[in-house]
């Protein structure tokens, strides 16, 4: 994948991700300065040290995260027990696909009513993915973005209603929202962008060439979906075309990790699955989408402890390989410390604003 389409499908899947996910959880980010300038330090501060650390761990390891980790412990001399991060996040991804296709229905179902029960339609939807999960990669990411591209122009030709901007009381669950936007729109560190791009990640000398262009695109899907609205049937189905052929890229990339690892067959499919076909049961969403964010969230937590403190600094500092000694220390100090406390700090601002 060339290195410019790398930025769009960033672009194309952080919004689907989040245009998903978020609204779940009712964030008020419609157009409120002062969250949009909270969330604007936590991408910086958070996720842009993030966004470096997945592209460090894969060229690093120059394999997909899960087969990674068995490589970077034995280098870093840490226990076993660091690679149940991997497990975490390859597990993580089906769970996700479900997640956006489960939730975009429903956000459909508002304007396009079908007199089916909800959980049919969802199994549908989820068999397809399966199977479009066979389809080249190319062909996936093409189609997605063409279809996000697609719901993007027609929201604003169909139904949109433009909002006034707005200041209001900042509170400590903003935090939270602040940083779970910020890091869905980064993919919740998976590695799901620089395992797409892998031969570009072990070739470039610069970490930088990658990583920002990839950022600057997460950056933008959220500042678009500030001003995206779906009110119309048009540009709701296809935006759930989209997340069907999202969802089925996601099951690729973690089909594609499980073989790496010499899984059997029956055990990858069985891990695809069992999260992915977990919310096919009714009545339990609101359960399941606060237990995918702090798993999320945990995830992402793990990886910066296991990065900031186990991993050996010379390993770290080559492969990133930054034109200046200050970014480097100012990018260890945020993964080290500034990371793990905001994540911290958005666990319990979750918790307490869902109890």
């Known amino acids: 994948m060339s290195r410019w389409l790398s930025p769009l499908l960033a672009f194309c899947m952080s ?26 330090l936590v991408v910086v501060v958070v996720s842009l040290p993030l966004t470096y650390l997945e592209y460090a761990l894969v060229k690093r390891a120059k394999t997909s995260i899960l087969n990674a980790l068995m490589a970077l412990t034995r280098e870093a001399d840490a226990s076993l027990q660091w690679r149940i991060i991997g497990w975490l996040s390859v597990l993580f991804i ?17 304007f396009v009513p079908l007199s089916i029960r909800t959980e049919f339609v969802f199994l549908v939807l989820a068999i397809v993915a399966v199977v479009l999960s066979f389809v080249p990669r190319v062909w996936l990411a093409g189609i997605s973005m063409v ?12 139904g949109h209603e433009p909002l006034a901007w707005h200041n209001t009381p900042i509170v ?15 993919g919740l560190g998976l590695g799901i962008y620089a395992q797409t791009s892998i031969q570009q ?35 709701a189905l296809t935006l759930l075309v989209a997340v069907v052929f999202a969802a089925a890229w996601l099951l690729q990339l973690a089909k594609q990790q499980l073989i790496e690892r010499k899984l059997h067959l029956i055990a990858v499919y069985m891990m ?40 050996k600094i010379s390993h770290l500092r080559k492969v990133l390989n930054f034109s200046n000694e200050i970014y480097y220390n100012a990018w260890r100090i945020a993964v080290r410390i500034v990371a793990p406390v905001s994540i911290i700090v958005a666990i319990f601002s979750l918790l307490l604003g869902r109890f």
Request: glycine share 6%; hydrophobic share 60%; with cysteine.
């Open 172 to 186: 400590f669950s903003e935090w939270g929202s602040a940083t779970v936007l910020a890091l869905v729109a980064s």
């Open 272 to 311: 695809l699955l069992g999260p992915l076909l977990v919310w096919v049961i009714p009545h339990v969403h609101g359960v399941f989408n606060l237990v995918l964010m702090l798993w999320g969230l945990v995830s992402c937590l793990l990886y910066s402890l296991f990065a900031g403190w186990m991993m």
């Open 94 to 110: 089906p769970c996700l696909a479900g997640a956006m296709l489960s939730n975009s229905y429903s956000l459909v179902s508002q």
């Open 201 to 235: 990640v072990i070739t470039t000398e610069r970490s930088s060439q990658l990583v920002i262009p990839v950022w600057l695109a997460q950056v933008l899907a959220v500042v678009v979906f500030g001003f995206f609205t779906i009110r119309a049937q048009i540009p």
């Open 147 to 158: 279809a996000v591209l697609i719901s993007l122009v027609s929201s604003y030709m169909f």
């Open 15 to 40: 919004l689907m991700l989040i245009t998903s996910l978020a609204p779940v959880f009712g964030f008020q980010i419609d157009r409120q300065f002062d969250f949009w300038l909270l969330w604007l």
